[in-house]
């Protein structure tokens, strides 16, 4: 696997991680069949698709890059669509982890 092939499948997973992450919202605690089944199936695709990176991308800056899609994900999920607070705070944090990732992306090998 190239590179930037393995670069593309961490985004798609990290993106997948996003979907999980929702579908688990409206699954309202594992309590409603299909956002459960979706959660499931979703979140094996995007384990996969790490695992898959594993093998050209140190895991490290894989599985940073992957969980820091999915918490800047959520949390501008939550404040662009479950009305979560925007605070200075708050947008400067996911700044911060977005600096995180682009740094670990600019330093891997």
Not at 39 to 44: A, E, I, M, Q, R
Not at 71 to 95: H, K, Q
Not at 102 to 107: A, D, P, R
């Amino acid at each position: 696997m190239s590179t930037g092939l393995a670069w593309f499948l961490l985004i798609v997973a990290g993106a997948l991680e996003i979907t999980w992450l929702l579908a688990m919202k409206y699954s309202q605690g594992f309590t409603k069949l299909w956002p459960t089944v979706f959660v499931f199936v979703v979140g094996t695709l995007s384990f996969y698709l790490l695992s898959l990176c594993l093998k050209v991308i140190p895991v490290g800056t894989a599985y940073v890059v992957w969980t820091g899609i999915g918490a800047v994900g959520g949390a501008l999920l939550g404040i662009l669509v479950f009305n979560e607070p925007a605070t200075a705070w708050r947008l400067t944090s996911i700044a911060l982890v977005v600096a995180g990732i682009v740094g670990l992306k600019l330093t891997s090998h």
